[in-house]
């Protein structure tokens, strides 16, 4: 084994250390905070115990260490960089010869995999947990029930109909029936319920109003439900079904933060979504984001080495590292300022979720040039 291998296996070793040991005290601190204000939202409700807000809290971990990866990334990065540039291991591997490209090459590989197993592995467990998590919220933290607060206890759901037009819509509205606390119904049912047959004109084709529509799968069930024909009259009582794509949990994913669904179902969903007539602008922010995240991990370990490699007889050190947390800040409310831009439009989807990783990127490795030069 080389010198260079040798030693690019040990700065990714204490990066490795550092980097978990930064991730699992943040994860635990924002946490402790989020439990804290879980049981101050809890004591006014006699039926949401300690046990249950400890669950919650629980299952809410995976998704703050998703969060919070990135700062971890950083912070443990330069905390390691500085420990081996206070120690002049670094400055000596630089004075043998070997380049600062060559032993960073562990930490980036290090930085890689904790993107890419937060994105294929994390993200789907942290879904799933936060999705049960704010289940239990809705349920016996909060006033709201979810899909009936909307538009005055009325859904409005479009999706695509090929009966009566190759082309043509249906808009269905009606009122959710809502479940009890804690209990997950097996299927979906609304009461007064309106269809709208549209053709691909918008032309109005039929209307049929039912007093109950039950979702099965792959159809709505509407029970004595009314025609009403264009230049017709209405027609008589009877169950109709009538063919959808959408599911029980599709419909409450829709309204439901992206955040509750996996990596690897959000591009189906995505187009299940603006089939049905759904604006899909946060999925798709959502997914191009957790897209990006490896490469985001690499650009905060090639940004922690370059505001922590400056030798410590250059003086100055405290100000380089007040440095590169500020710039990982500033990185972060780039990310939000672009996602606001991306969900209202402005900007294009891919371009608001990848802007603040290609800015990191290109800081660090600039740094890096400079560092080098030097």
Do not use: C
């Amino acid at each position: 084994m080389t010198l260079a291998t040798t030693l690019t296996l040990y700065v990714a070793r204490r990066f490795l250390g550092a980097t978990f040991a930064m991730l699992a005290g943040l994860t635990l601190l924002v946490a402790l905070f989020d439990f804290i204000e879980l049981l101050r939202r809890a004591a006014t409700r006699p039926d949401a115990g300690f046990a249950l807000v400890a669950s919650i809290a629980a299952l809410r971990l995976p998704f703050v260490a998703l969060q919070i990866l990135p700062f971890a990334i950083l912070l443990g990065g330069i905390l390691a960089f500085w420990r081996l540039t206070r120690s002049s291991e670094l400055v000596v591997a630089r004075a043998a010869g070997i380049s600062a490209w060559g032993f960073l090459s562990g930490p980036v590989l290090v930085a890689l995999l904790f993107g890419v197993i937060g994105t294929a592995a994390v993200s789907p467990l942290s879904s799933a947990m936060l999705a049960r998590a704010e289940r239990m919220d809705y349920a016996y933290l909060r006033n709201s029930a979810g899909l009936t607060a909307i538009a005055g206890g009325r859904l409005w759901l479009r999706q695509a109909d090929r009966g009566l037009d190759p082309q043509g819509v249906a808009i269905l509205s009606g009122r959710p029936v809502a479940a009890r606390p804690g209990d997950r119904p097996a299927g979906f049912e609304m009461t007064d319920v309106s269809l709208w047959r549209l053709a691909s004109s918008d032309r109005p084709l039929a209307r049929i109003e039912a007093p109950r529509a039950r979702l099965q799968p792959g159809r709505w069930m509407l029970e004595d439900s009314i025609t009403f024909l264009t230049g017709r009259a209405a027609g008589r009582p009877e169950t109709l079904f009538f063919p959808t794509d959408l599911t029980p949990d599709r419909i409450e994913n829709s309204f439901a933060s992206p955040d509750t669904l996996s990596f690897w179902a959000l591009p189906g969903f995505i187009a299940v979504l603006e089939a049905a007539g759904f604006s899909a602008v946060r999925h798709q922010l959502h997914f191009q984001s957790l897209l990006a995240l490896p490469v985001l991990a690499v650009a905060m370990a090639l940004l922690a080495a370059g505001f922590s490699m400056r030798p410590s007889r250059r003086g100055g050190v405290a100000q380089m590292i007040g440095a590169g947390v500020s710039a990982g800040f500033a990185l972060f409310v780039l990310d939000k300022i672009t996602s606001e831009f991306g969900e209202a439009g402005t900007l294009p989807v891919e371009l608001a979720a990848w802007a603040p990783t290609v800015a990191g990127l290109l800081l660090a490795l600039a740094l890096l040039l400079h560092l080098e030069d030097g």
